[in-house]
């Protein structure tokens, strides 16, 4: 079962203003073939395909935590493309309908965002194509699905830098540089695990692609906390086998900061959630939206 705790796992600048194209391209970054999708995905139904979990436990935490994290992750990207898509307009602007207030969103290079979605984010790529099952890779070999975690975490750090290298808007950047630092950690962790079960040492491998992290400015204060040496189990009793992996005895990546892994018992400290507003005129029509509110807030003051 899955705790759900109503924080994002970084906190994202709020954009100045709508930038739909930049959403577009972080919904590579979603639902691409190295997307977030894919990595839940991959993890997910590998945790619970998983064979002998009592004798392998170490592998199987290891899958099973970075599974949970890869479920925040989604959340932010799909939080970012909603940022960037958030608007045109605010839910106290009056906009005639009959003057094509939204115009300019006919020309968004993912303009189903706007007809379709509301602004939001869709489990789909850059060019609108559905993210699918034919992503995941779950074989029951322990051993061929770590290496491909391992590609798959190697790849979508080249993914993200790609997506980082168009933007210049900084809540997208600040999502790239979030994901890049954590992509590092489960490739580490990944070639950590195929080195305990196999003898190989595929951390020397790492870091591949050979990004340049102290280059990226959205990248440092990740750096700087230790959050490239930290895995999570967000505050479950269960999943502590994978320190057999993710050990002490081991230390960060060279090129980044030094210092010994680390499993942290609760979650990243993460930061709150932007509060999206929708133009209820034209935007997003509804019912009464004054009296939805009210309702809500009645029920609000009702829970407390």
């Known amino acids: 079962m899955f705790m759900r705790i109503d924080k994002l796992q970084a906190?994202?600048?709020v954009p100045k203003k709508p930038d739909p194209n930049a959403a577009a391209a972080l919904q590579e970054l979603l639902g691409g073939k190295y997307g977030e999708m894919s990595t839940l995905g991959n993890y997910m139904f590998q945790s619970f395909n998983f064979r002998n979990k009592t004798k392998l436990r170490p592998f199987y935490s290891l899958v099973s935590a970075i599974f949970m994290e890869e479920l925040g992750h989604v959340e932010l990207v799909s939080n970012g493309i909603a940022m960037l898509n958030n608007g045109p307009g605010d839910d106290t602007e009056e906009v005639d309908v009959s003057k094509a207030p939204f115009e300019d969103m006919k020309d968004a290079r993912l303009a189903g965002s706007f007809f379709s979605n509301g602004?939001?984010?869709?489990?789909?790529?850059?060019?609108?194509?559905?993210?699918?099952?034919d992503m995941v890779?779950?074989?029951g070999n322990l051993i061929i699905d770590?290496?491909?975690?391992?590609?798959l975490e190697c790849g979508a750090r080249l993914h993200k830098l790609r997506v980082y290298e168009t933007l210049t808007d900084p809540t997208g950047r600040e999502v790239c540089g979030y994901l890049?630092?954590?992509g590092s950690v489960h490739a580490h962790a990944y070639g950590l695990a195929l080195k305990k079960i196999t003898g190989v040492e595929i951390e020397k491998m790492l870091p591949t692609p050979n990004i340049k992290l102290d280059a990226i400015p959205e990248c440092q204060k990740y750096l700087q906390e230790g959050s490239h040496r930290r895995l999570y189990r967000f505050g479950s009793p269960d999943y502590a086998e994978m320190a057999g992996i993710w050990s002490n005895d081991e230390v960060a990546l060279p090129g980044d900061p030094p210092g010994n892994l680390e499993i942290v018992e609760g979650?990243?400290?993460g930061g709150?959630?932007?509060?999206?507003l929708g133009n209820y005129g034209a935007f997003?029509?509804?019912?009464?939206?004054?009296?939805?509110?009210?309702?809500?807030?009645?029920?609000?003051?009702?829970s407390r």
Request: proline share 11%; aromatic share 8%.
């Open 11 to 13: 906190e994202l600048p």
């Open 119 to 133: 602004g939001g984010a869709m489990p789909v790529n850059s060019n609108a194509q559905s993210w699918n099952a």
């Open 137 to 139: 890779t779950t074989t």
């Open 146 to 151: 770590l290496l491909h975690n391992f590609h």
């Open 180 to 182: 890049l630092v954590r």
């Open 267 to 269: 979650p990243p400290e």
């Open 272 to 276: 709150k959630m932007a509060e999206l």
């Open 284 to 302: 997003a029509p509804d019912y009464a939206p004054e009296e939805i509110f009210e309702v809500a807030t009645k029920l609000y003051k009702k």
